[in-house]
């Protein structure tokens, strides 16, 4: 078990890179195998969720090497249409392969998806769309059997924007004779990263960004080099860290259009944010307003994997503010973690009153998701003593050692490997 120490009070100031997006490389990853040349992807971190997706590519017969920041795909020896169970169900991400599987062989054989504990998570969406395909589906000891043999181009219609199901679909189609059409698509900057990136290997995808994506199939695509976006929940994350603490950063490779909704958020606040480019500056006051309503909602809404961060800097804040959960029923686990550090936060089904509070203190804590963990440390920094945060290798699954970026914008905060 990994935990995370953390002095608070410090103010955070200083510069730091935003490293690229778990969200984009993942996806990415696994459309990688849509050729059989290879694929090289710059400037990707070191994340726990991004090692296991190469350890899935590298049981289907895919060579997957880490040079520096870039994972080097060799899909050639690609030679199987089942997954395996075991390090399927560490990510949820590893349903992605479910369509790119689908185009190279024409079957697939899936397992049930794992990854963080915030809700049911159920993968509906992405068998109705791929039915709509044509593809034969059936569900057999737990193991999902994919028959793609009557599989066609054609339209789709989603009955929610899922992001991985539009994904899903989305590279399924890229290889099929004809036209299809995805309607009600989610609308993720990393959807379009996505395109950008089938694009760049010889698909012909339009729309993404848009409530519909259009796909001319293709007979072949071909290996690229590609640097996946940055990732906007990290840059997110470090913005509320030095919100909380009364500082002031600058970050670079920052895609602040994607960011709106929470730069909005943070300047209701009171936060000054100066975006150029790729830039963003943020200032933050010595102490933070309420802010009066946030509500999670599919892209360009609020995006759901900055809630509890905000929760964070709400129960700081001078007042009241109310946070609504629309995406995910389970994102409210880390709010008794924040009561005991001193926060009064109610929660009600997806509804959460937070009464800021002026102190926080330091006590142990532990993260039980990605995002929650990072909410803690949020927190963290901010409180009066030594926080410590259990089960950090969490918060491993999207940030690449959140205590150096911490640190190298002046927090103090290490990390303890306890070997248990
Ligand atoms: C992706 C992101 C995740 C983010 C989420 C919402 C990746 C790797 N992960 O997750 O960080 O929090 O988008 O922005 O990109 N749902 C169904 N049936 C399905 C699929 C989803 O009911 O078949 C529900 C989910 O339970 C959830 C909602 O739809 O309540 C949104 O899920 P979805 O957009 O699919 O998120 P993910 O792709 O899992």
Redesign the pocket.
């Known amino acids: 078990m990994s935990v995370l120490r953390i002095c608070g009070g410090r103010r955070l100031e200083g510069e730091w890179t935003v490293h690229s997006a778990?969200?984009a490389v993942?996806?990415i990853m696994a459309a990688s195998i849509l050729t059989d040349e290879k694929t090289v992807l710059t400037d990707c971190p070191l994340l726990s969720?991004i090692g296991y997706m190469g350890d899935i590519l590298e049981t289907l017969g895919c060579r997957v090497e880490r040079r520096a920041g870039s994972i080097h795909i060799d899909p050639q020896g690609l030679c199987s249409w089942e997954m395996p169970d075991a390090l399927s169900k560490k990510i949820?991400?590893s349903i992605?392969l479910m369509g790119p599987i689908l185009a190279r062989f024409g079957k697939a054989a899936v397992t049930f998806p794992g990854?963080c504990e915030?809700?049911?998570?159920?993968?509906?969406?992405?068998?109705?769309g791929l039915r709509q395909l044509g593809v034969d589906i059936r569900e057999e000891g737990g193991m999902i059997y994919c028959d793609g043999s009557c599989m066609k181009a054609g339209t789709v219609h989603f009955d929610?924007?899922?992001?991985?199901?539009t994904?899903n679909v989305m590279m399924a189609a890229v290889l099929l004779p004809g036209r299809t059409v995805l309607h009600n698509v989610?609308r993720?900057p990393?959807i379009v990263d996505l395109q950008q990136f089938l694009r760049k290997m010889g698909a012909d995808v339009n729309g993404a960004g848009t409530h519909t994506i259009v796909v001319e199939g293709v007979h072949k695509l071909h290996g690229v080099d590609y640097q996946p976006m940055a990732d906007r929940?990290v840059a997110g994350t470090l913005l509320a860290a030095a919100a909380a603490t009364g500082g002031s950063i600058r970050l670079y490779r920052t895609p602040c259009a994607e960011l709106c909704a929470v730069f909005a958020k943070l300047r209701e606040m009171g936060c000054a944010i100066c975006e150029q480019d790729q830039t963003a500056v943020l200032q933050a006051p010595s102490r933070l307003n309420a802010f009066a309503l946030l509500q999670t909602q599919?892209?360009p809404g609020f995006?759901?994997?900055m809630q509890v961060q905000m929760l964070a800097l709400a129960a700081m804040a001078k007042e009241t503010s109310v946070v609504v959960e629309n995406?995910?029923?389970n994102r409210f686990t880390h709010a008794g973690d924040l009561n005991r550090m001193g926060a009064d936060i109610w929660v009600n089904g997806r509804t959460a009153v937070v009464k800021g509070t002026e102190r926080l203190f330091g006590t142990k804590v532990a993260a039980r998701d990605l995002r929650g963990g990072a909410a803690l440390a949020i927190a963290a920094l901010a409180a009066e003593g030594e926080t410590t945060i259990e089960r950090a290798e969490l918060i491993d699954r999207g940030y690449e050692r959140l205590e150096e970026m911490l640190s190298a914008l002046g927090a103090q905060a290490s990390r303890m490997d306890t070997g248990v």
């Open positions: 778990k969200n993942l996806p969720d949820r991400s992605f990854g915030i809700g049911l998570r159920p993968i509906d969406l992405h068998l109705s929610y924007p899922s992001v991985g199901a994904e989610a993720e990393e929940i599919p892209h995006p759901t994997d995406v995910f029923e």
